[in-house]
């Protein structure tokens, strides 16, 4: 009698993981390309994936905090996949602290530094201006993508365009800010924005896009 090869069973084995492990990376790659927007018939339908396949991948990744899902259903990445990123947070912030200096000096404005995590703006970082009257946002909070500068240019950038945004009063009250957003060689999504009270902002406006539209070009992003 033939007796099966161990070396065959652990092949087979060694293959079936593979696959598990680049259809969670695949569906990680789409949650973050649209974070909280996404639903299981959704990634099953752009994996190509049966339901049952996708569901019990999805199920998984929750499980051990690389996904987490909402109340309607739709997924994001979870605390525990953006935890590792954190050293990064540190990287990028130095990484891009010039640009900021060059946009702080040209523009005599707060500017922020941001980096999308979780269908949020986290942000990494800020240079302060000297006025009294000033834009101040904590290192460390979140802000959404509809309603904000860095936001709006990080979606403009996941559309496939990368353009000045604008955030006119919309997510407080007083506050106008400009923004755009890149990607780094890592595959973050980073924005830079310049928030100033509404009445400044429009009288500088022009002052404040050319300086961001400078670090559009000059910033450390991939090209």
Known sequence: MTRP????????GREDGIQVLRRAAAALDEIAAAPGRLRLVDLGAQLGLAKSTARRLLVGLVEVGFAAVDDQGRFS??????????????GLA???????????TTTEETV????????????????ESAHRLRAVSAVGMRFPLDSTANGKAATALLNG???VAFDR?????GISAAGVAGRTAGGHVV??????????FATHEDRIVSALTSAAATAPWSR
């Open 161 to 163: 365009s990368t353009e």
């Open 94 to 104: 130095a990484l891009f602290r010039p640009t900021l200096e060059q946009v702080a």
């Open 169 to 173: 009063d919309e997510h407080t009250v």
């Open 112 to 127: 922020d530094l941001s980096v999308l995590r979780g269908g949020e703006m986290l942000f990494i970082d800020q240079l």
């Open 5 to 12: 090869d161990p070396n065959e069973r652990t092949d087979a």
């Open 191 to 200: 924005a830079i924005s310049v928030p100033a009270p509404t009445e400044r």
């Open 77 to 90: 990445l979870g605390d525990r996949l953006l935890g590792l990123g954190s050293a990064d947070v540190a």
